[in-house]
């Protein structure tokens, strides 16, 4: 029967402590301003909250007990650790991460070159999502389980790939804004499509396509592997369409606030307008 790991397995205590490091930093120079490039530029509270809640969920699907129940028990947990590091993290920390830090990263030129390439809208939307296919091969998979290095490599770049993919919906940088509110809901439906069909091979599976779980003694479960698999695929495809469904109505609201008041602005001009001509030909008579 398979063991639960000890406390350094479970709770990876190195990974916290970079994490608060890497939290602190953002306080001191982010949120306080005292960074050398703030500008005066003010850091609100919902961007600090989000960047810490990116902070946080990162730890909870890399550091907590749900990395490693996910990558020697659990398929489901594997799953749900994916949804929360490469769908829902990448949001926080771009809604967290203020303009002039961007700009300070687009002086070093390698940076300003990898954003460039990688957060153009067809390449950001056709490579995360195609690596994330990849992953899910049987074949791909099975062999990253048993490997931890070439399985870090590959959890690193597909992180990397989720940060690009998320660019060009929550991007920090007017000046690299590329899609427009309603080009930005298109690009996240198409996402969607082209995410549905590594979840449907998983759900609709009927016999276990991942040899690492296939013989696994689940010590505190009582799901049968294949009800744990397809438990994954449903999880996978839940919270994404939570989350794109949350991300369209947050643009969708904010493309309408902008156009409500653009008119309201226009109705006031026009108010002026007519108030002024009506004065001069108060004056006139």
Known sequence: ?????????????????????????????????????????TVSASQQISFYIGLALFYIGQGSPINYIGHHFLFSMHMLQQTILYLIVPICIWLGTPAWMMRSLMKITIIRGIFSFFTRPLIALFLFNMLFSIY???????????????????????????????????CPLPEMNRLNDLKKMAYIFGNGILLTPACALIIFADTIIYDMYANVTVPFAHLSPLDDQQL????????????????????????????????????LIESQEGLNNQGGNWNRA
Do not use: C
Request: without cysteine.
């Open 136 to 170: 899910h091969m049987p074949l791909v998979m099975d062999y990253l389980m048993i490997h931890d290095l070439s399985l870090f490599g590959y959890h690193t770049v597909l992180l990397f790939t989720a940060f690009m993919m998320w660019f060009p919906v929550f």
């Open 1 to 41: 029967m398979s063991q639960i790991g000890g406390f350094f397995e479970l709770w990876n205590p190195v990974l916290l402590l970079v994490i608060v490091v890497v939290g602190y930093m953002y306080r001191h120079f982010v949120a306080k301003g005292k960074g050398n490039s703030a500008e005066n530029e």
């Open 232 to 267: 994954g695929g449903v999880l996978m495809k839940i919270v994404q369409e939570v989350v794109y469904g949350a991300t369209l109505a947050y643009i969708f609201f904010r493309w309408y606030r902008r156009e409500r008041k653009e008119e309201d602005d226009m109705d």
